[in-house]
């Protein structure tokens, strides 16, 4: 199970104090691949002064008979509640919301094949009904990924950020009434 990244792109150059593996495949666990001497966190276990929630949830449809299964991440950091989907493969189960609960911002699969598609991915933010949702794991320039662009996503979406940048900073004060859309750009 690997995926193929167009000719020529960077290696990955980046440190990093904390690093989360939602789930065991090489292009989720490559933990030897960020610089520095990050704490790595594959369960729910505090680093950094953060606590970390795992979510455990599938990779696929099939309870994780095709690819496996996936953490979903949540952590505060500043009075900000963030979750981080990882390769979710279905939507969310009831006792997999209540768990997760309030949501501020979500990172959220939105290409299909490999994980959810567009389709299911707004259900899975109507679910969870996060303030800011970051559409993440969709086809762009740089990739030959067999998945959907982030449009497909976007089609059906009342407020929707493209941001200029691959970094935001989010404010627990600034964040906003009723849900909205970024997008970033790709950092590799």
């Avoid at 290696?11 to 690093?19: C, G, K, L, N, P």
């Avoid at 090489?26 to 276990?45: E, F, L, M, Q």
């Avoid at 990172?107 to 959810?116: C, D, E």
């Amino acid at each position: 199970f690997e995926r193929k990244l167009k000719k020529g792109l960077p290696a990955i150059r980046e440190t990093a104090d904390i690093v989360t593996v939602s789930h065991e495949h090489s292009d989720h666990n490559n933990v030897a691949a960020v610089g520095g001497k990050p704490g790595v966190i594959r369960s729910s276990d505090k680093a950094g002064g953060i606590q970390f929630t795992a979510i455990p949830t599938y990779h696929d449809e099939s309870e994780g008979r095709q690819r496996g299964k996936n953490n979903i991440f949540c952590f505060e950091v500043d009075g900000v509640k963030i979750c981080h989907a990882g390769d979710l493969g279905h939507k969310l189960a009831d006792r997999q919301v209540k768990e997760i609960g309030a949501v501020d911002v979500l990172m959220l699969p939105v290409g299909g094949y490999y994980t959810i598609d567009a389709q299911t991915a707004a259900q899975v933010a109507g679910q969870l009904n996060p303030k800011i949702v970051i559409p993440m794991h969709f086809k762009n320039e740089r990739n030959d990924f067999p998945i959907a662009p982030v449009e497909d996503f976007l089609r059906d979406k009342k407020d929707v950020k493209q941001l200029s940048s691959s970094e935001v900073e989010i404010k627990a004060d600034s964040l906003p009434a009723a849900m909205q859309v970024w997008v970033l750009q790709p950092a590799l």
